[in-house]
């Protein structure tokens, strides 16, 4: 299969995803995060978000999961983004094909921006799926700052505690909440892309389940977040989508001199 964009650390394809993995070796992926089709059933400028009903959806899933798995190493993991249309649906298809002894968290991304209501409380948050392909897989236990009470010093013996403009905090794992920003109208990173992910949450996901040198793979690449960010992270990269404009764009963030394009 011809790529639309290749170097030695990264290559785009504009294809049918599922066409691409049918192509790719058995155990050639350390790492899989996809920002998926939501089924939503809107229209966005650069793509139409609509696979039928929650088990039609399902019924397209089902080969590109498998193949998804045929294609991680060993060590593998496999993050699925998404938000409340489909993660029920999709937290069983993951069970059955993964195996449910490989499911390790059900990540929640909460966000403040969108829309709002006063028929129900307001949505705020996507849901990541996140399977490995075996019980031993690669994994790089990450800190995150929990703020104390009042955010005053406990004096805890045996406890380091810093101290930064907001208050007193200690280092503990990070939970599977995730309180990041999306990305703004304003922000530096926007770049049009109607689904646009932001940085910090995808450098969260390759820091924690890949190293340098490894292989990253996005099969839904929309405005192109995981490869700029694998690339700054010294990793090597393969993006899919099958829409023109996603690989543009994803292009123009990837690798300004387009000299290489085949």
């Known amino acids: 299969m011809n790529p639309y964009y290749k170097t030695d650390k990264c290559e785009l394809y504009q294809c049918d995803n599922l066409d691409l993995m049918n192509s790719l070796p058995e ?17 966005f400028k650069d793509y139409s978000d609509d696979l039928g009903t929650p088990q039609e959806a399902i019924l397209w899933y089902e080969p590109r999961l498998i193949e998804m798995k045929r294609i991680l190493k060993e060590e593998g993991s496999i993050y699925l983004h998404m938000d409340f249309r489909l993660v029920h649906y ?17 990540i929640v991304w909460c966000y403040k921006s969108g ?7 307001n949505r705020k948050h996507d849901d990541i799926l996140f399977y490995s392909k075996n019980k031993n897989f690669k994994y790089n236990f990450q800190l995150e700052k929990s703020y104390n009470r009042d955010f005053k010093p406990y004096h805890f013996k045996n406890v380091e505690e810093f101290q930064d403009k907001i208050g007193w905090y200690t280092m503990v794992g990070m939970k599977d909440y995730w309180e990041i920003n999306m990305v703004g109208r ?13 940085k910090e949450l995808v450098e969260r996901i390759i820091k924690s389940s890949s190293n340098k040198g490894d292989i990253v793979a996005d099969f839904f690449m929309g ?11 010294n990793r ?3 993006g899919c989508d099958i829409e023109l404009s996603a690989c543009r764009v994803a292009l123009n ?5 387009k000299t290489d394009i085949l």
């Not at 155990?27 to 229209?43: A, E, F, S, V």
């Not at 990173?189 to 646009?196: A, F, L, M, V």
């Open 90 to 106: 999709m937290k069983v298809e993951m069970d059955k094909i993964f195996g449910i002894k490989n499911f390790q968290n059900n």
């Open 115 to 121: 829309g709002a209501t006063k028929k129900r409380f």
């Open 253 to 257: 963030r990837i690798e300004k001199d």
């Open 223 to 233: 405005s192109g977040t995981t490869g700029e960010v694998s690339l700054e992270l």
């Open 27 to 43: 155990n050639y992926i350390d790492l899989i995060y996809c920002d998926i089709l939501y089924n939503t059933g809107k229209k």
């Open 236 to 238: 090597k990269f393969i």
């Open 186 to 198: 304003t922000s530096h990173e926007r770049n049009g892309y109607d689904t646009q992910k932001p």
